[in-house]
């Protein structure tokens, strides 16, 4: 049986680098996303090892028959990974547009709780697997303008750490948020876009870009593998950030 990497946000940015460093790796991957072309462009790198699964993360019947076929296919995950995201409305906390607000916390937990439902079952099978999600720093310290993200990945942290205790019971599990850190991607591209008064710190952000101050998707990908090979007590329930493992390394 080929290892079997489930990951989530697989079209691009932060979760496309992570396929392609897994299937370099001799990972197979089932890369979950809604833009289909992308997909198949991944798929194209190593046709034998991708199973393409064209899904929005908050349907949780099409994620769910996705991965059950990539399990059939490859056998059960060995490394799972929620990095679908969404920025969400960007606006002060009392004007955010609740529908808006709704939608944001659905990827980031209905969504990474739907990928959880269709993976962690086989992991406990197997015994043995690990999820990570994909949080920020964001989930802790405040960027003005920045509450529906803020809020949705506070939310997608005590997530983990409930699914962490709640897997204790199985030590081959391991689950743990991964920050990555400010990296050069199509989300922080729509972030540069907004206006002062919704996001009050863009110009530094603009600034940043343009001192290309952003990591590359490619180092997340390599950070995210230097937290893998950390002691299961090191990670499991915890926060880690990329940031702090590059500047170890
Ligand atoms: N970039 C940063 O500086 C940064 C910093 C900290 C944390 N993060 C986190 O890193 C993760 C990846 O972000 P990124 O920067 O790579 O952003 P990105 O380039 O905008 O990619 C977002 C990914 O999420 C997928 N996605 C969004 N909504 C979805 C939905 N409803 N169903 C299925 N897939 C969905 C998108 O795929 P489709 O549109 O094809 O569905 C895309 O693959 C996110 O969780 C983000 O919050 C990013």
Redesign the pocket.
């Known amino acids: 049986m080929t290892p079997l990497l489930v990951i989530?946000?697989?079209?691009?940015?932060?979760?496309?680098?992570i396929a392609e460093r897994g299937l370099e790796r001799g990972l197979a991957v089932a890369a979950?996303?809604?833009?289909?072309a992308?997909?198949a462009s991944l798929a194209e790198l190593r046709p034998d090892r991708v199973e393409v699964i064209v899904?929005?993360?908050?349907?949780q019947a099409t994620l769910a028959a996705g991965v059950a076929t990539a399990v059939e296919r490859f056998g059960p995950p060995t490394l799972v990974v929620?990095?679908?995201?969404?920025?969400g409305p960007i606006d002060r906390p009392w004007l955010l547009d609740g529908a808006a607000l709704a939608?944001a916390l659905?990827?980031?937990v209905t969504?990474t709780a739907n990928l959880a439902a269709a993976t962690v079952p086989a992991m406990r099978d197997a015994g043995q697997g690990t999820f990570v999600?994909?949080?920020?720093?964001?989930a802790s310290r405040v960027f003005p303008g920045w509450a529906a993200?803020g809020a949705?990945?506070a939310g997608?942290d005590a997530y983990v750490r409930y699914l962490a205790e709640e897997t204790a019971d199985v030590p081959g599990i391991t689950a743990f948020s991964f920050?990555?850190?400010?990296?050069?991607?199509?989300?922080?591209?729509?972030?540069r876009a907004v206006s002062a008064e919704q996001f009050p710190q863009v110009d530094q952000f603009r600034r940043w870009h343009d001192r290309g101050v952003?990591?590359q998707?490619a180092l997340?990908a390599e950070a995210l593998e230097l937290a893998l090979a950390l002691p299961h007590d090191e990670l499991h329930g915890s926060i880690v950030e990329a940031d702090q493992l590059l500047k170890r390394r």
Do not use: F, N, W
Not at 82 to 87: D, E, H, P, Q, S
């Open positions: 989530t946000g697989a079209s691009r940015g932060i979760g496309r680098a979950i996303a809604r833009s289909e992308d997909l899904a929005d993360v908050c349907d929620a990095a679908a995201g969404t920025l939608d659905a990827v980031t969504g999600a994909i949080s920020a720093s964001s993200y949705a990945k997608l920050v990555p850190g400010l990296t050069d991607t199509a989300m922080q591209a729509g972030l952003a990591k998707p997340v």
